[in-house]
């Protein structure tokens, strides 16, 4: 029996207000993700440790790899192309256009390439907002947008079995990771049911991504862990607590994806808090955890 001893780092003391959407870059061995209000999307590479940052001129809720280079990401209200060179960003597809207080949040390309992301109103606090705003869309190769559902609080993590029949989703204020039937082919999702409810210690289910082995790891926002799921029994498989509470999401990344990098924010912590969490905002790297990731898809189109 091999023993995994499993090792937290923090990697990167970047201070992110809200850190989100980590995808691993494995031609760059780079570690691309967002700080949704600072307006930045980012990328570290885990060879030199430089970090490289571009501004954009909205919330910029998730980033994406592209097929034919550079990225995509959710910025606004508005799916976007980025030019990692000469920073700039196209926009691609407008969304939620009869909400002004919207913005998109989460967002991760399907095994096909379409790029799905969902909307939330705007917080005044972390947490606090108008209920029922957001929908979850998708933006297919062709640059057109279908609208799956609506009435979500905070639309969040998102995934699909290895087998591509299923996908997860996470609206935070429901406590719950939720599973639909997956059309690959069309992209077409239904049959909505619930695979596992958090606990209170758990928190507010946020960022989401699947492992080698078909299970879910879910980032617990105020919870401070991410936690190992088997969709297929509903129970938790595993708990891994960071020194840091607003865990925001994770992915795997580095040799083999056998490494695991989690987000998370600081905006929304108090300064007597903070002094007990002082890498909140910070990029960690969990080690040793004995399973393997597999690598994000790219947007086609
Ligand atoms: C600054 C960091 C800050 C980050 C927020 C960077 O440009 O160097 O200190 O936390 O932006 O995204
Ligand atoms: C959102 C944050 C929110 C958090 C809590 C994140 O995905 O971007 O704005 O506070 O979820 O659920
Ligand atoms: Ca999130």
New binding site residues.
């Given amino acids: 029996m091999t023993m995994c001893s499993v090792k937290i780092e923090c990697v990167l003391p970047?201070?992110?207000?809200c850190g989100e959407s980590p995808v691993w870059e494995e031609a760059t061995n780079s570690l691309l993700f967002v700080?949704i209000p600072?307006k930045?999307v980012?990328r570290w590479d885990s060879l030199s440790k430089q970090v490289h940052?571009v501004t954009v001129d909205a919330p910029v809720s998730s980033v994406a790899l592209r097929q034919s280079g550079g990225y995509v990401a959710t910025v606004g209200t508005k799916f976007c192309a980025l030019d990692w060179e000469d920073q700039s960003a196209i926009v691609l597809a407008t969304i939620d256009q009869d909400k002004k207080n919207n913005r998109f949040n989460d967002g991760k390309v399907d095994p096909a390439g379409r790029y799905f992301a969902g909307t939330m109103a705007e917080e005044t606090a972390p947490g606090v907002l108008e209920r029922h705003q957001g929908s979850l869309y998708c933006l297919f190769p062709d640059h057109h947008v279908e609208k799956y559902f609506d009435q979500v609080d905070i639309s969040n993590g998102l995934d699909w079995s290895l087998d591509h029949k299923i996908f997860y989703y996470i609206d935070s204020l429901s406590y719950s990771v939720d599973a639909f039937d997956y059309d690959l082919h069309t992209g077409k999702i239904s049959n909505r049911r619930s695979v596992y409810k958090l606990e209170k210690d758990e928190q507010i289910p946020d960022g989401m991504c699947i492992d080698a082995e078909g299970k879910l790891w879910v980032a617990c926002y105020n919870g401070g862990r991410v936690i190992r799921l088997d969709p297929e029994t509903g129970k938790r498989l595993q708990t891994v607590k960071l020194p840091v509470d607003k865990t925001t999401s994770c992915c795997f990344g580095g040799k083999d994806y056998s490494e695991m990098y989690v987000t998370c924010a600081r905006d929304g912590i108090g300064p007597e808090d903070l002094l007990r969490q002082p890498k909140a905002?910070g990029i960690f790297k969990i080690t040793g955890l004995g399973v393997k990731g597999i690598p994000p898809y790219p947007f086609v189109g």
Avoid: F, Q, Y
């Avoid at 970047?14 to 207000?17: A, F, P, Q, S």
């Fill in positions: 970047e201070n992110c207000r700080d600072s930045k980012c940052r905002g």
